[in-house]
């Protein structure tokens, strides 16, 4: 199997008119399809000092027993979770050529005022599953920590969704659905019976097998215990028979599901490490599509081989909480677009590097425009 490795832009030269010429055009047509299926209010307070994580660590460690204090500074309440913060992302990219349905915690019996002002103008509809759950994010200059109250994550079911949404309705959203995404699998106890109920309806309908792209994402699933990883491995088979499947896992996340199945690289940053591990995920999970996004590029490994690419290094972020949902919905785009696996990667990259430079989401002209900087080496810090 073939392994291509681009460690800067510059070798992508070749590909990149195709890619641009993609983004100018845009979608054919005007698509739709469904994102879930989590939704928190995430607190934001930005350390001053120390400002890097790995600084952070040691000071904790050493005040182990006593007590500590550290500077911040409270940036307040913003809407989150993975998918309300894809959904949004989603539609961004595509402003205008994509109606989105959002499913998920985004209140009990109605939508709650923060994700009404977030997400009710830019989606087509907003289906309500429970209340959010909460985070405080502590954003660091090298990363971030979410420290989450999960308790509300057990409410989102695949019957809690038929109730509330409906199931002739959901049927009628699968019927002309033109991809799905459902992500952080890792704060959900359910979400797998979701994500296979999503495929089997799809079928019952009709609907011709992997004419749907399924974008998902585990997110930190750390806490879950193995059997339930092995489950959800056991469902992926019959998912994939149905839909294309994109799964996407941060650098970490990788290393924990490389450990489950038997390759430990934990702490192997390199493109050839990265790439390495794509490949054996590919060969042990089945789905169409396996991609793995460390903070210096991404992967991407299917049956044609494996491709990493470049990241567009920002020294300091704007902001790093939403960089990888952004990602994500790049990744969805480049697969609604009909690219392949080296654009999907690449244009990740790019929406997730414009996204942490101004705190928002291109759209595809934007995106083009940040791809024309980034090959001219002209990218700067801030957009």
């Excluded at 030269?13 to 209010?41: H, M, N, T, Y």
């Excluded at 990219?93 to 209140?107: C, H, M, P, R």
């Excluded at 489950?260 to 591990?277: N, R, Y």
């Excluded at 080296?342 to 995106?367: E, H, Q």
């Amino acid at each position: 199997m073939t392994q291509i490795l681009h460690t800067s832009i510059d070798s992508l030269a070749s590909e990149l008119p195709a890619i641009r010429q993609a983004l100018q055009k845009g979608l054919p047509a005007p698509v739709s399809g469904l994102c879930g299926f989590d939704g928190f209010i995430d607190t934001f307070i930005r350390l001053e000092s120390p400002a890097s994580m790995e600084a952070f660590g040691p000071k904790v460690t050493a005040a182990a027993g006593i007590a500590t204090s550290f500077p911040v500074r409270h940036l307040g309440d913003k809407f989150g979770g993975n998918g309300p913060l894809f959904a949004r992302a989603l539609h961004d990219l595509n402003a205008g050529s994509i109606e989105v349905t959002y499913i998920g915690a985004v209140g009990d019996k109605e939508i709650l005022p923060i994700f009404d002002e977030a997400l009710s103008a830019k989606m087509k509809r907003v289906v309500t599953l429970a209340d959010p759950a909460h985070s405080d994010c502590l954003e660091f200059t090298d990363g971030k920590i979410m420290l989450g109250d999960l308790s509300t994550c057990a409410d989102i079911t695949w019957e809690r969704l038929l109730e509330r949404m409906g199931e002739n309705d959901l049927n009628a959203a699968l019927e002309t659905a033109d991809f799905i995404s459902a992500v952080n699998w890792g704060k959900l106890p359910h979400a797998g019976d979701i994500w296979l109920n999503l495929a089997k309806t799809l079928a019952a309908l009709g609907r011709e097998p992997k004419s749907v792209p399924f974008f998902m994402d585990l997110a930190e699933f750390e806490h879950r215990p193995e059997e339930d990883l092995t489950r959800l491995l056991d469902r992926l088979p019959e998912i994939t028979e149905q839909c294309h499947t994109l799964l996407s896992f941060n650098l970490k996340e990788a290393w924990q599901m490389g450990a489950h199945l038997g390759k430990d690289l934990s702490g192997q940053k390199t493109p050839e490490a990265v790439a390495e591990l794509a490949a054996f995920l590919h060969e042990n999970i089945r789905t169409d599509r396996i991609i793995i996004h460390p903070n210096s590029g991404a992967a991407c490994a299917s049956d044609t081989g494996t491709v990493y690419v470049p990241g567009p290094f920002c020294k300091e972020p704007l902001i790093s909480t939403g960089a990888g949902d952004n990602f994500g919905a790049g990744c969805l785009t480049a697969a609604l677009l009909g690219l392949d696996d080296t654009a999907t990667v690449l244009l990740g990259n790019c929406a997730s590097g414009y996204f942490v430079r101004s705190g928002k989401t291109p759209d595809l002209k934007g995106l083009d425009h940040f791809l024309e900087l980034w090959s001219g080496n002209n990218l700067p810090e801030r957009l």
